[in-house]
């Protein structure tokens, strides 16, 4: 019984941390800089030996410039999963835009599934953004969390192997100009639940818990002091 009682803790660990969390740096206040607080609906989360937190992403993208990565949760952003040697719907619109960008470092924006009822990432703003409009978009996604659709049965249409529902997006834009900004991000669709492709689809009708994954978004634009 000695063994059992050792080896749950650990395998608790394992997956609740298998998304890994490293703190973001420190913006600098003075300067232009954005700040994204969510918090965590965790009733909407399924329970496997443990919560398991969502992988997520945050990028930024302006017009037809190159998509931005703002942040990552270090699974999908290393590829380092548990039990799995990929999970290609994680996140599939954010892999689509990841390919885009050039030099994306994942060891600087990389970070633990992040844990506790609330979690804060920062952005120093480019000066490249200043004068122009940015939209801020965020996709999230938790295995295991199925529904009436989105089941096990690979018979069905909503066949989603291990993943439960798809990722969601929200999406939230402002102008960077001298102006502070609050805006509450909206979702605006759902990632493939296999991981097909890499295309926002609008279609929410067959989505439940997945929409709920966060208590709220708030994303603060301040042009620093």
Known sequence: MKKISIIIPLVLFLFIGCAGVKDKPVVDRQQRFMEISLSFNTVSYPWVLGTAYPQMAVWVQSGDETPETVFVTQGAGEKKWWFASERPGALPVWDGIKTEEKDIKLDAVSGATPSGEVHTVFWQVPDKYNGKNIS?????????????????????????????????????????????????????????VLGSDTVLAPDLSNITTASDLFGYISVKYSPGS
């Open 136 to 192: 801020v978009f965020l996709e999230a996604n938790v295995s295991f969390d199925y529904n009436d659709f989105y089941t096990k049965e690979e018979n069905t249409p909503g066949y989603s192997d291990v993943n439960g529902q798809p990722s969601i997006v929200w999406r939230a834009s402002f102008t960077v100009d001298e102006q502070p900004q609050e805006v509450t991000p909206k979702i605006i669709g759902h990632g493939n």
